[in-house]
């Protein structure tokens, strides 16, 4: 508990609601927001990156997951050319199958 009164001592009225605040062993400093945004998306489409990722790893470079999604995002806008109708199939036959999942549970 000594660390958590460290931390309610060195605690400043400044500190601002919904900004993440980390301790570095003598005060609580401001985590800057990070650049990466966060998408969720479908194990499905998590294996296709993971496949693709592995298939990119030429001597000793891997490319890492973000570089590889935002790729294949990027490629697919252009390579696709009814892209917006195939996303609203896909999504829909993916709430179709939680939704049976829902129903059988």
Known sequence: ?????????ARNNELKVGQLYTWD??????????EQVK???TLEAMDAVR???SQSTREGFRPCLMVTAS???????????????QVIDYGLSVYAKLSRRKDRS
Do not use: N, Q
């Open 25 to 34: 062993g003598h005060a609580l400093v401001a985590v800057p927001p990070s």
């Open 39 to 41: 998408v969720p998306i």
């Open 1 to 9: 508990m000594e660390g958590i009164e460290r931390i309610k001592s």
């Open 51 to 53: 496949k693709v990722r």
């Open 71 to 85: 790729w294949m995002l990027l490629a697919a806008l252009s390579e696709v050319e009814d892209l917006p109708d």
